[in-house]
């Protein structure tokens, strides 16, 4: 996948369709949709691919089963990287608000859940410690 970086979206697309069988084959392998989806998110990430013609060329060359998988992919790897974000964010404004962070802290935060890292956001305007920001009140 080194290939992609640098080049063109046609030039991505094009060695997709001529790497249909490959893509294939990985489609169909055990475990083969998890990596299929990492495939077409790194492409996503590291090129300026074309999402919907590769969408189409996939459908196309896979089936429609891959084009959901390629699309289910990204949409998780979206996801990951907004609470990744809205984690690192929070950690920055406990930093500003309450000093140096226990390692433990900082763990809890980027492995916490979405809904998690909401409510601690909405309590850290009110919070007197940090213990308040993730104690239920």
């Known amino acids: 996948m080194q290939f992609a970086r640098g080049r063109s979206s046609d030039e991505v697309i094009a060695a997709v369709a001529r790497w ?20 077409f998110s790194y492409l996503h990430r590291t ?5 919907q013609r590769l969408r189409i060329v996939v459908a196309a060359t896979v089936g429609p089963e891959a084009e959901e998988t390629m699309i289910s992919g990204y949409d998780k790897m979206v996801a990951e990287e907004r609470a990744k974000g809205q ?5 920055r404004l406990l ?3 309450f000093g140096e962070l226990p390692p433990e802290i900082a763990t809890r935060v980027r492995t ?20 308040a920001v993730f104690t239920a009140q």
């Open 20 to 39: 249909a069988q490959l893509v294939i084959a990985v489609f169909r392998a055990p475990s083969g949709r998890e990596a299929f989806a990492r495939v």
């Open 112 to 131: 916490a859940s979405v809904p998690d890292l909401d409510r601690w956001t909405d309590r850290i305007l009110d919070a007197r410690s940090l213990a």
């Open 87 to 91: 984690a690192n964010m929070l950690l």
């Open 47 to 51: 090129t300026e691919v074309d999402l």
């Open 95 to 97: 930093q500003k608000r």
